[in-house]
Nanobody, 124 residues
Framework: QVQLVESGGDSVQAGGSLRLSCAPSGLTSSMYTLGWFRQAPGKEREFVACITWSYGGTYYADSVKGRFTISRDNAKNTVYLQMNSLKPEDTAVYYC?????????????????WGQGTQVTVSS
């Protein structure tokens, strides 16, 4: 059974940084894509960033490009989302998602597995 466990959410002031982690388990192949999505109160869940586990290709939403960095640690089987220069509009529950794929994916329906989410709150 595939499980995704996120951690690292917290409350920070604008301009601060956080690093989220996602540790997938139960994935039977290295050919998968991991993504981060977020959902603010009253809004749709939106794409943030993704990475292909096999070759490390990455893609970002325009709203986070240049501020957020997605990376993976093969030895620790963990994906990270480094978030710098945080803004109040980054406040949301952040979800890790996985899909058995070798390509970059940005749509919710393209991901088969989801974590429970971790809260990020940025105050002004």
């Amino acid at each position: 059974q595939v499980q995704l466990v996120e951690s690292g959410g917290d409350s920070v002031q604008a301009g601060g940084s956080l690093r989220l982690s996602c540790a997938p388990s139960g994935l039977t192949s290295s050919m998968y894509t991991l993504g981060w999505f977020r959902q603010a109160p009253g809004k749709e869940r939106e794409f943030v960033a993704c990475i292909t586990w096999s070759y490390g290709g990455t893609y970002y939403a325009d709203s986070v490009k240049g501020r957020f960095t997605i990376s993976r640690d093969n030895a620790k089987n963990t994906v990270y989302l480094q978030m710098n220069s945080l803004k109040p509009e980054d406040t949301a529950v952040y979800y890790c998602a996985a899909s058995p794929s070798r390509v970059l994916l940005v749509k919710r329906f393209e991901y088969s597995y989801w974590g429970q989410g971790t809260q990020v709150t940025v105050s002004s």
